[in-house]
């Protein structure tokens, strides 16, 4: 059973940022695409970025040029840095990684931003 453990989320002022992590207990050669997702109360889930097995990045429109995703193989992690966050970013983050085998989902950590 996969498990992907998040970490990095908090409570920061508009304007600020945080970068969130995800470490997999598999081995990253055997995903295809590791991801960010968001639900904020009463929204549906959302992609915030996602990266493939090669680096191709795409991102959600709300954050695009605010966020940045990355990934190290050597690690099993992917990376969320989010600069100039907004309060409209607030959410819980989920970290998600696609393999052969489908999707596997981590628990997800809270980001609050305060405006």
């Known amino acids: 059973q996969v498990q992907l453990v998040e970490s990095g989320g908090g409570l920061v002022q508009a304007g600020g940022s945080l970068r969130l992590s995800c470490a997999a207990s598999?081995?990253?050669?055997?995903?295809?695409?590791m991801a960010w997702y968001r639900q904020a109360p009463g929204k549906q889930r959302e992609l915030v970025a996602g990266?493939?097995?090669?680096?191709?990045?795409n991102y959600g429109d709300s954050v695009k040029g605010r966020f940045t995703i990355s990934r190290d193989n050597a690690k099993n992690t992917v990376y969320l840095q989010m600069n100039s966050l907004k309060p409209e970013d607030t959410a819980v983050y989920y970290c998600s990684i696609l393999r052969d085998q489908g999707w596997s989902w981590g628990q997800g950590t809270q980001v609050t931003v305060s405006s």
């Open positions: 990266i493939s097995s090669g680096g191709i990045t």
């Open positions: 598999v081995s990253t050669f055997s995903i295809n695409v």
